[in-house]
């Protein structure tokens, strides 16, 4: 799912698009690129904290 910078950065792209604006075209992309690393942040983030857990919740067992 798109994140909101992503969804800003269509907009941006297509209103660049639309209006011959190379700027803001360039600055859609820019944001679509910031919202796709922010994803991929934030999944690299939960996958620690998951592993982390696990990992917790498995010495208390023992």
Request: proline content about 0%.
């Amino acid at each position: 799912m798109a994140n909101k910078d992503e969804l800003k950065g269509k907009v941006n792209e297509a209103k660049g698009k639309a209006t011959d604006d190379n700027s803001t075209e360039l600055k859609g992309k820019i944001q679509q690129g910031f919202g796709k690393a922010k994803d991929k942040a934030q999944d690299a983030a939960d996958d620690v904290a998951g592993k982390f857990n696990k990992k917790i919740d498995k010495e208390k067992e023992d």
